[in-house]
């Protein structure tokens, strides 16, 4: 649970810190966007390049990216070696029974793994240098314009703010819960597969009640005070677009526009 890094806020002082969140925010989804773009040699070493160079001028220790990272473990090597095992075409290097191992699939799977990561530490980038209220702030921000279309913006920005608010809390809460239940016996670490999915039960009944009670509690405590949604409401923090925050828009698309162009056919 310490290794969750979603939610989490590094303070500090750097150009990516003082970067207005909606350009951060619509950087990452342009950067989603052309790392799909990147499929051979040339291009990955240009987005690894830029991806160090912004981890850099974020001034957080690489540690806590590598942290991010942990948790996707699990899925980033069962989709590579899915790559490397049933992936055909090029030269066959290793065959047998079903397995099939061919210069493709590992051309495939490294190209996998790198966007894995990239998107990983793009996204742990966005998170740590920003505040999540913030976060928020920008999503009812770029929302906005859709207002018209009877899209609740400020809805969706407060259900994102609330939910990063609580993350660390239902963490918090989980830990209280696998402590309690270790004092009575259960032993989360041994037996078979089915047994490991059971120990999980008397976790998660327990955390959904919880969840519930404090929901409807926060519930309560937003009705006493007024709340009536977005409609009339003054804004504390006030986002403000500067120069900066265009020539990092401008710095994506020329980063897209040179992929693309070197991107294999």
Known sequence: ??????????????LIHR?????????????????????????????????????????????????GLCPMVGIILFTTLFQVFFTGGGKTLFHFGIITITSYGLSQACL?????????????????????????????????????????????????SLSLRFVPTLMDDTTRIMNAQRARGVDFGEGSLLNKVKTIIPILIPLFASSFKRADALAIAMEARGYQGGDGRSKYRILKWERKDSLTILVMLFIGLVLFLLKSP
């Open 19 to 67: 970067l207005d969140p909606r350009s951060k925010l619509i950087a990452m989804f342009l950067f989603i966007l052309i790392v799909f773009w990147a499929n051979n040699l040339v291009t990955n070493v240009i987005l690894v390049i830029f991806t160090v160079l912004s981890i850099l001028l974020s001034q957080v220790k690489l540690s806590f990216f590598l942290r």
């Open 1 to 14: 649970m310490d290794k969750l890094i979603l939610g989490r806020y590094i303070p500090g002082n750097s």
């Open 112 to 160: 996998i793994f790198m966007r894995f990561v990239l998107i990983i530490f793009f996204s742990t980038l966005l998170t740590l240098t920003t505040t999540p209220l913030s976060l928020s702030d920008a999503v009812e921000s770029l929302l906005r314009p859709l207002t018209r279309f009877k899209v609740p913006a400020h809805e969706i920005g407060l259900m994102l």
